[in-house]
Structures are given as C-alpha cells and as structure tokens.
C-alpha cells in the first residue's frame, strides 16, 4: 500500500557523485526509518545506509561510510542518498526501502516496503 519510487541513478565516471532520491508519494515518511540497499548482479540485496525516524539517528556499511550519506527532509517527504566518490565496485541496482519497529538498522527483512531500484552504473 505504501509506493516508494526513486530517481537520480545514471551512468557516471569513477570519482563523480551523484544523489539519489526517494519519496512515498500520497504518503508520509515522517515515522518510517528510511534505507537504502543495493544489489549487484550474481549478489544479493546489500545493506548501504538507513535513516531512523527519529533523531537522525544513521547507519551506514563499512564500506560507504566514508563517502555516502543518508538524509531526509521531511517538508518535501523526501530522502536521499549523496553517493561521493564513486567507485566501479558501487555500480548496482539501488533500492530505497521503508520500516518501523525494526529488528535491525541493516536488516532487509525487517522493511515494508520496496521501491523498484534505480541504476547506478560507474566506469573507470
């Protein structure tokens, strides 16, 4: 019942940012942690980055933290995840979820809702 779309993916060079958008349109996100997971091909959904509804709280895998970052703004219902420094490696289908009374930050089965991905593709 809850639709989650994203937008901002595209093909860039390695080294470029890019920033990734995702939105519930007809709905609130103010009380859903919000998150961002992604999945390579041949590998499975993979924990990036989530955003508690709460307090700002975030949480981020090893191997972003130093170059993405989880937000929201809640007057445009909107959160994003600014992606520096791309490396080939982030090339992947990007998929912005949404939960509430998680079990786990970085746990996928603990997500309601799905949007259908957006493609990042980076090239050395």
């Known amino acids: 019942q809850v639709r989650l779309e994203e937008s901002g993916g595209g093909s860039v060079q390695a080294g470029d940012s890019i920033n990734l958008s995702c939105t519930a349109p007809?709905?609130?996100?103010?009380?859903?942690?919000m998150a961002w997971f992604r999945q390579a091909p041949g590998k499975e959904r993979e924990f990036v980055a989530a955003h508690a509804f709460h307090g700002g709280r975030t949480s981020y895998a090893d191997s972003v933290k130093s170059r993405f970052a989880i937000s929201r703004d809640s007057a445009k219902n909107m959160v994003f995840l600014q992606m520096n420094n791309l490396k080939p490696e982030d090339t992947a289908i990007y998929y912005c979820a949404a939960g509430i009374r998680l079990t786990g930050l970085g746990v996928r089965e603990s997500y309601n809702y799905w949007g259908l991905g957006t493609q990042v593709t980076v090239s050395s």
């Open positions: 007809g709905r609130t996100i103010k009380t859903f942690t």
